[in-house]
């Protein structure tokens, strides 16, 4: 019996319930028993004008033998039998009365333990229902939530899986076929096949590489060296490491900074990585010919830098999802022309992040060029 309630709220609430009411009842039943002479001696004094003395009780009351003796013995009678039925009752009611409310209490708390359980068994789309706005809904509220999200992780865990297998397949299927096409026969033993070998491996090697650099990023694996940052310096050690790829498509690079630009709480070489990421990205998707322009404002307690180019744009529907790791708005024209791994701009919104700024990307469509913006909050 011991073991039953330990292991049921519903009987343990249900037991608080009784003994509450048994206490109730006990404190009633000693208390009228104590009051009750006294009272009666009081009301009876005051209604036939006899004192306690003129009574014969003295310092007992009622104990002497007499009419009075035995009409207190006969009213104190009729109000136990009375206060019996009654406390029968009150208990009788309170008792089904903490049933039902211990059934509403621990009816969602079943519900949830049900679904937590399938939630454990795989089935991430359970939910329960909420009921009213009370501390058991709210529970029940952010118990869904949690389950939404361990279904989103769960959702992004098995993408992220079919991800790395479909990119890792991509080099090594062409470094094989490469080298089948050389023990063949098929493919010439020259420096363009050992080329193109080489570039398939430096892929790979890069990808492992991007997908190492985002594994501690996002566990936050790494220390930042905050400290007091001019932003010119950033802007310009991008562009003049970013200015030969530019010159070789023939891609006009632009600075606009506000002047007096106010200094940046940031880490130099991880912001100078967002950045880096943010133009390269511009530069890969702007075609020859095209303008990329690296702008940078102070914006109440934050300074905004913004990348923004003229070249094949976002589409609306991609918008927020452009972030996400491996996701490409165009994979096919990516991958022909050399794309890169998919998660560089996953990086970036990480580190951004960890700086305590946002990040985000505008465009106007396709073909209308893009924004990307984010933000690093300034030293004081």
Known sequence: MIDYFRRHLGAKLLLSYVAIIGVGVAVLIIASQFILPTSFNRHMSGMMGITNSGMGMGNQGFGNSGPMSQLYIDYRASFNEALTYAAL?????????????????????????????????????????VKGADELAQLASRFNQMAEKLNQIESMRRRLIG????????????????????????????????????????????????????????????????????????????????????????????????????HVLADEDRAVQVLTNLTGNALQYTPEGGRITISAKRIDHEVQIAVQDT????????????????????????????????????????????????IWVESKGDGLGSIFTFTLPIAK
């Open 89 to 129: 009752a009150a208990m009788l009611a309170a008792v089904a009365l903490s049933l039902l409310f211990t059934r509403s209490v621990i009816a969602p708390v079943r519900a949830m333990s049900f679904a937590a359980q399938r939630i454990a068994d795989g089935r991430y789309d359970e939910r329960v229902n």
């Open 163 to 262: 991800d790395v297998s479909h990119e890792l397949r991509t080099p090594l299927t062409a470094i094989k076929g490469s080298m089948e096409g050389l023990m063949d026969g098929v493919l010439p033993a020259n420096n363009e096949t050992y080329q193109q070998i080489h570039a398939e491996a430096d892929r790979l090697n890069r990808l492992v590489d991007d997908l190492q650099e985002l594994s501690r990023v996002e566990a936050r694996a790494y220390q930042l060296d905050i400290r007091s940052v001019d932003v010119s310096t950033l802007v310009h050690t991008v562009t003049k490491r970013l200015a030969p790829h530019a010159e070789s498509k023939r891609i006009l690079l632009d600075l606009e900074l506000a002047p007096d630009l106010p």
């Open 311 to 358: 070249g094949i744009g976002i589409p609306p529907e991609h918008l927020s999802n452009i972030f996400d790791r491996f996701y490409r708005v165009d994979k096919s024209r990516s991958r022909q022309s050399g794309g890169g791994s998919g998660i560089g701009l996953t990086i970036a919104r990480a580190l951004v992040e960890a700086h305590g700024g946002r």
